[in-house]
């Protein structure tokens, strides 16, 4: 009882900041300096429409290069947490029922379009909104139903590692290219910018994109993975 | 209509808070980060919100010459973006150690974790 | 613009009932990640009336989808500390 109202204390303490936050809060008439400088700058230097893509991309590509880290890392982690003993003995093979027709002729149609989906969601991602995230997270729905369809079957770890590791040295290796061959490193300008608005255009976003949604999408596939097959208490 | 956002960001994560710090069973708490998650998302993304402005993509209807007047600040978007992608990173790390603890206690009650209390 | 506040403000009470109904202990865990996951996809469409159709995506794919699919896998293998 005295821990609760405790809680109740201290979130009405968080609760009155905030309040005192809010009663405070002026929006802002116009875009601050930074704000300014991306929605004026982004579409004459880099040839990108969409803007929170260029500063994902291009202008904050060393903290996207991090958050891929980041997710990697946390894979690995999970991977690491959840991995069976190899003395423990072999997984028993419970006979699940059978997924059902509905399940299998339902994947069987949808798994195709699903890629399709999250391929264009990653590589229009400088003109549309989308990108190399949402992309893979699409794909990683799409090893989700294929989860749900074979629970039983063995994924390819080594395919998702593969995978992994070349979407990796590509996005590394294209940000190295631009501090040879352009201003900086992830420079998108190594390759012509192109007509504005059009699908090859903005240099090299849409392939550092390309591959930040294929790492993405394996990252959170061997997430996905290594989850499920913790099966069998 | 950024206000409205605003309290609702606020209010969800007192309400997370509120749930993480009530309840015993572990995959309750750490559905109350999430909900929290959320409401931190929504805050920083209505702090960004301008009235009578519109997406920050340019196009026919947004051109290049009028950006600075016409779009809404895409700082706090492209940082909400990241906070999403990470989130969900910490959420299932947090499912992992859940997982092992259920495994080697065969409990998810918090309370029965007394290892480190003091 | 009146009906882009009414819009949110529906959005806002939907958001607040079903994050207490995640949140609060009465009901089965698994309601409890169903209503987190709507309370997210809500969320999404409000970025979406916050011209933030970017982070709106995001939310609906990987914070509804994916973490409720994760919180499943895991709610599946605990089954009997459940109701701890």
Redesign the interface.
């Given at each position: 009882m005295i821990k609760?109202f405790a809680?109740?204390l201290?979130?009405l303490g968080?609760?009155a900041i905030?309040t005192g936050?809010?009663v405070n809060?002026v929006?802002?008439?116009?875009?601050?300096v930074?704000?300014?400088y991306?929605?004026?700058q982004?579409?004459?230097d880099l040839g990108a429409?969409?803007?929170?893509?260029a500063?994902?991309v291009t202008y904050?590509g060393l903290?996207?290069l991090g958050?891929v880290t980041?997710?990697f890392l946390?894979?690995a982690?999970?991977g690491l947490?959840?991995a069976r003993g190899s003395s423990d003995e072999a997984p028993a093979r419970r006979d699940l029922p059978p997924p059902g027709e509905l399940l299998l002729t339902g994947t069987r149609l949808l798994l195709p379009l699903i890629l399709l989906f999250g391929a264009y969601?990653f590589t229009h991602g400088h003109l549309?909104?989308?990108?190399g995230?949402?992309g893979g997270?699409?794909i990683?729905?799409g090893m989700?139903l294929m989860l749900l369809s074979h629970p039983l079957r063995r994924f390819g770890h080594r395919l998702i590692a593969i995978v992994e590791s070349i979407a990796g040295l590509a996005f590394v290796g294209i940000g190295v290219l631009g501090i040879a061959l352009a201003g900086g490193f992830l420079d998108n300008r190594i390759l012509p910018l192109g007509t504005?608005?059009e699908l090859f255009s903005a240099g090299a976003i849409p392939i550092i994109y390309t591959f930040v949604g294929l790492k993405?999408g394996a990252e959170?596939s061997s997430?996905?993975v290594?989850?499920?097959e913790?099966?069998d208490? | 209509m950024d206000l409205i956002a605003m309290a609702t960001g606020f209010l969800l994560i007192l309400i997370g808070l509120f749930g993480a710090l009530t309840n015993r069973n572990i995959l309750r708490m750490i559905v109350a980060f999430a909900v929290a998650n959320t409401g931190v998302n929504l805050v920083l993304v209505s702090v960004g919100y301008m009235t009578g402005r519109t997406a920050p993509i340019l196009d026919s209807a947004v051109p290049v010459a009028e950006a600075t007047a016409r779009v809404i600040d895409p700082v706090p978007q492209a940082l909400v973006l990241t906070a999403i992608v990470i989130g969900v990173g910490v959420t299932a790390l947090m499912l992992a150690y859940a997982y092992r603890l259920f495994k080697t206690r065969g409990t998810l009650d918090i309370s029965r974790y007394t290892d480190l209390k003091w | 613009m009146n009906l882009n506040i009414g819009m949110a403000l529906l959005l806002a009470i939907g958001m607040i009932g079903t994050a207490i109904m995640a949140t609060r202990g009465k009901r089965s865990l698994g309601i409890s990640i169903l209503a987190a996951g709507l309370a997210s996809l809500l969320a999404s469409v409000m970025f979406l009336l916050l011209g933030a159709p970017d982070v709106a995506m995001t939310e609906a794919a990987i914070g509804s989808g994916l973490t409720t699919f994760l919180f499943f896998f895991v709610l599946g293998r605990v089954r009997r500390g459940e109701n701890d």
């Amino acid at each position: 009882m005295i821990k609760r109202f405790a809680v109740i204390l201290l979130l009405l303490g968080i609760g009155a900041i905030f309040t005192g936050l809010m009663v405070n809060y002026v929006p802002d008439k116009a875009l601050n300096v930074t704000a300014r400088y991306y929605a004026e700058q982004t579409a004459p230097d880099l040839g990108a429409a969409n803007i929170v893509t260029a500063i994902i991309v291009t202008y904050r590509g060393l903290d996207t290069l991090g958050e891929v880290t980041v997710l990697f890392l946390t894979a690995a982690i999970v991977g690491l947490v959840l991995a069976r003993g190899s003395s423990d003995e072999a997984p028993a093979r419970r006979d699940l029922p059978p997924p059902g027709e509905l399940l299998l002729t339902g994947t069987r149609l949808l798994l195709p379009l699903i890629l399709l989906f999250g391929a264009y969601v990653f590589t229009h991602g400088h003109l549309t909104p989308g990108g190399g995230f949402q992309g893979g997270a699409i794909i990683a729905s799409g090893m989700l139903l294929m989860l749900l369809s074979h629970p039983l079957r063995r994924f390819g770890h080594r395919l998702i590692a593969i995978v992994e590791s070349i979407a990796g040295l590509a996005f590394v290796g294209i940000g190295v290219l631009g501090i040879a061959l352009a201003g900086g490193f992830l420079d998108n300008r190594i390759l012509p910018l192109g007509t504005f608005g059009e699908l090859f255009s903005a240099g090299a976003i849409p392939i550092i994109y390309t591959f930040v949604g294929l790492k993405v999408g394996a990252e959170f596939s061997s997430m996905l993975v290594n989850l499920s097959e913790t099966e069998d208490l | 209509m950024d206000l409205i956002a605003m309290a609702t960001g606020f209010l969800l994560i007192l309400i997370g808070l509120f749930g993480a710090l009530t309840n015993r069973n572990i995959l309750r708490m750490i559905v109350a980060f999430a909900v929290a998650n959320t409401g931190v998302n929504l805050v920083l993304v209505s702090v960004g919100y301008m009235t009578g402005r519109t997406a920050p993509i340019l196009d026919s209807a947004v051109p290049v010459a009028e950006a600075t007047a016409r779009v809404i600040d895409p700082v706090p978007q492209a940082l909400v973006l990241t906070a999403i992608v990470i989130g969900v990173g910490v959420t299932a790390l947090m499912l992992a150690y859940a997982y092992r603890l259920f495994k080697t206690r065969g409990t998810l009650d918090i309370s029965r974790y007394t290892d480190l209390k003091w | 613009m009146n009906l882009n506040i009414g819009m949110a403000l529906l959005l806002a009470i939907g958001m607040i009932g079903t994050a207490i109904m995640a949140t609060r202990g009465k009901r089965s865990l698994g309601i409890s990640i169903l209503a987190a996951g709507l309370a997210s996809l809500l969320a999404s469409v409000m970025f979406l009336l916050l011209g933030a159709p970017d982070v709106a995506m995001t939310e609906a794919a990987i914070g509804s989808g994916l973490t409720t699919f994760l919180f499943f896998f895991v709610l599946g293998r605990v089954r009997r500390g459940e109701n701890d």
